[in-house]
């Protein structure tokens, strides 16, 4: 309960306890007998009254046996009369009239209440902060050194950001160092990267080691529904600044507030533009901020203004990536720290294990890993703990209790062997981690695929058999059934996606020649890709088609051979899947090689991760966006990506179609992460297995996912 809350609350129990006491005070308490006035007259008839106290129009009296009784009578001239004729001592007296404290209360009481409870509203309207009548203060709150823990020790991973914010604390704290030399001291940092890389934790670090005021918001907290607020709030948190100066200013997702100005459907947002421009002549207006220094962070640096971002507000764009296989391991070290581990907890290895993955995957894989080492009651984590944690978070947790019929479990079996088999005998795939036909998540299989080091560029030949391993599900369930289901729709949908890129994209066609085809048209305010430009001919586009379509039919008949040539490994495969539901690389290497596979333990645990398993990311089958990243293929041509960042989505993705990503892509239907030096998805993203049998597709980031993004 809040402070007003507390205080309302107080004021409605004093209010009431008022009340009460008023009610007892104006009802006396009377010990007499209460008698009608019909029955007074008839006794004072009789006899039986001896004498009465005549109060006004109350009658208190006594009868011949001694019992008093009271009785309220009417305005009647013949009364005293009567009482005389009958020879009733009569005593008269002045009404009574109550005392004057409560003559006062009965008379203010109204008013004083009215009065209190002006005054209680008026002290909350002006208490500033969340109250009525602050609402054009700003809501930043400062934190001083005292309050903040977190310093750059606890930050790993981003070096190079961590550099620049170190610079922005020296400026503060030594200025003289650099202005003697003809320096200025930048205006604004603005912290760049995917959700989860840890922009928010280095602003937070910064607080604790600045050693001067630091202010917090959010980019949602400047405008709400009243009209001027955002401006209003935007100037009070620079007047607060100055107050406070030399200080820092942390905004965060300042998207929210900084969008490009009128765009989008039904034009501009007056009121969000308004505080835009208020934030915008705060920076770098008439007035100078000298000693205020604002940091800002956002994951859509696409859709700012151009004026928020040019030099002299923005001075620094800082980019915070996902980590590379050293900044992993150091992040890992730091989720460790206070996390007993066992002796074969190896951390360099599940850095390997992990490419493509934020700080914030890191820090949910090790809280998973150590609440299954809860569950079993174990003192210290495992590896087995860490394998586990993150098979539940790529792919999700298996559902045991959706029982499939021995026909389904045959064709998911023979599905996720014709990926494998693919994978295992293409030169430069992935090394695959593990095949599982226990439903996880959405999906009913998967096949895991895990490079063996963080890559950037992609060739035009390993795209080539990504499409091989695509439809290896596909030609599988041709060769083994004769038939063909739904399970495969996903895979014939991210490989229609990766060959339409190799096309249009990366100029992998020799019809169409290093030739970009359509152009894409952005509506920043829907912070989406809304419509696709055609800039190309009909003969252009029927090319296209035909080049789209001839790489998948290359592929298909491709993998047709592969798999005929090999059918007693798949079906080696196949039948080892039906028995254990899960294999890894190395079970797969002895079928192919016709050897037995070691002695199986039916027990729950986590099967153990062959040869350089552990050293990637992984792929669910069913998640549309995920499309199989490039490994690093013997060949010259290399797809080196342009734009920077790539993304990842609910599992591991390669920008839905094996290359590189722009920040914020609109087609990703996951988190995006951005890796630093211009390289895609560093996951070998390639899970391959079947959709549901209903024709849903098993896509873990679909419409009906019930599982949260990471």
């Not at 809501?139 to 606890?154: E, I, L, N």
């Not at 070290?333 to 360099?348: A, Y």
């Amino acid at each position: 309960m809040n402070q007003f809350s507390r205080n309302l609350l107080l004021w409605a129990l004093i209010s009431l306890a008022m009340v009460v006491l008023f009610n007892l005070f104006n009802q006396p308490y009377s010990s007499q007998q209460s008698l009608a006035y019909s029955d007074f007259l008839a006794q004072v008839d009789r006899g039986e009254v001896k004498d009465v106290r005549i109060q006004g129009h109350k009658i208190f009296g006594q009868n011949q046996s001694g019992q008093s009784f009271e009785t309220y009578a009417p305005n009647d001239p013949a009364l005293v009369n009567h009482l005389l004729e009958r020879n009733v001592g009569i005593k008269a007296e002045a009404p009574e009239e109550p005392p004057l404290a409560m003559s006062l209360l009965i008379s203010w009481f109204p008013m004083l209440l009215l009065i209190g409870v002006w005054i209680f509203f008026m002290r909350q309207m002006q208490g500033g902060g969340g109250k009525a009548m602050s609402f054009g203060r700003s809501r930043a709150r400062m934190m001083t050194q005292d309050q903040t823990k977190v310093t750059f020790a606890d930050v790993a991973g981003v070096d190079e950001a961590k550099e620049e914010l170190a610079e922005v604390v020296e400026f503060l704290s030594n200025p003289r160092k650099f202005t003697r030399l003809g320096g200025r001291i930048p205006k604004g940092v603005l912290l760049v990267g995917p959700p989860g890389t840890g922009k928010t934790l280095l602003a937070r670090a910064v607080a604790g080691e600045a050693g001067v005021p630091f202010f917090s918001i959010s980019g949602s907290d400047f405008v709400e529904m009243f009209v001027g607020v955002g401006a209003s709030r935007v100037r009070d948190l620079f007047t607060q600044g100055k107050k406070n100066a030399p200080c820092l200013i942390f905004i965060d997702e300042i998207d929210a507030v900084g969008r490009q100005r009128g765009a989008g459907l039904g034009g501009g947002h007056d009121e969000r533009e308004q505080t835009l421009n208020q934030l915008l002549v705060e920076m770098d207006g008439f007035e100078s901020n000298e000693g205020v220094i604002l940091i800002a962070a956002t994951n859509r640096p696409d859709v700012l203004d151009p004026a928020l971002l040019r030099p002299g507000r923005f001075d620094r764009q800082v980019v915070v990536s996902t980590p590379d296989l050293r900044g992993r391991q150091r992040i890992l070290e730091v989720h460790t720290r206070r996390t007993p581990l066992d002796r074969d907890v190896n951390i360099e290895v599940l850095a390997k294990g992990t490419p493509g993955f934020s700080g914030a995957d890191l820090e949910n894989l090790v809280n998973e890993a150590a609440l299954q080492a809860a569950k079993l009651n174990k003192e210290v984590l495992s590896m087995a703990d860490f394998e586990y944690a993150k098979d539940k978070v790529l792919m999700g947790k298996e559902r045991r209790s959706l029982i499939l019929s021995d026909e389904e479990k045959r064709i998911t079996a023979y599905h996720e062997a014709g990926h494998a088999l693919a994978a295992k005998k293409l030169p430069g795939s992935d090394p695959v981690h593990k095949v599982s036909i226990i439903p996880r998540g959405r999906a009913l299989g998967v096949t895991m695929q895990l490079p063996e080091e963080d890559r950037h560029g992609y060739s035009r030949t390993y795209l080539r058999n990504n499409l091989v391993v695509l439809l290896g599900g596909r030609v599988a369930e041709e060769l083994v059934m004769n038939e063909i289901t739904t399970g495969a729709g996903n895979d014939i949908e991210r490989a229609s996606k990766m060959a339409r890129k190799m096309v249009c994209e990366w100029g992998m066609s020799e019809a169409i020649g290093p030739q970009a085809i359509g152009e894409h048209e952005e509506e920043v305010f829907l912070g989406r890709e809304w419509g696709h430009s055609s800039m190309v001919s009909e003969e252009t586009s029927r090319l296209v088609d035909a080049e789209i379509k001839g790489l998948l039919e290359e592929a298909r008949q491709r993998c047709r051979r592969l798999l005929e040539e090999n059918i007693d490994a798949l079906h080696a495969i196949a039948g080892a899947l039906l028995e254990r539901e899960t294999i890894s690389g190395d079970d797969i290497d002895l079928l192919m090689e016709g050897r037995p596979l070691p002695p199986f333990n039916p027990s729950g645990k986590p099967v153990p991760s062959g040869s350089a398993a552990s050293s990637g990311s992984v792929r669910d089958e069913a998640d549309p966006a995920h499309q199989s990243a490039p490994s690093a293929a013997q060949e010259e041509e290399f797809v080196l990506s342009a734009e920077e960042p790539t993304d990842r989505a609910d599992d591991t993705t390669l920008d839905e179609g094996g290359g590189a990503g722009q920040p914020g892509d609109p087609k990703r239907e996951g988190k995006g992460d951005i890796l630093g030096n211009g390289a895609a998805r560093e996951s070998s993203d390639a899970n391959f297995g079947r959709s549901m049998p209903d024709g849903r597709s098993m896509d873990s980031s679909g419409p009906d996912d019930d599982r949260q993004p990471r």
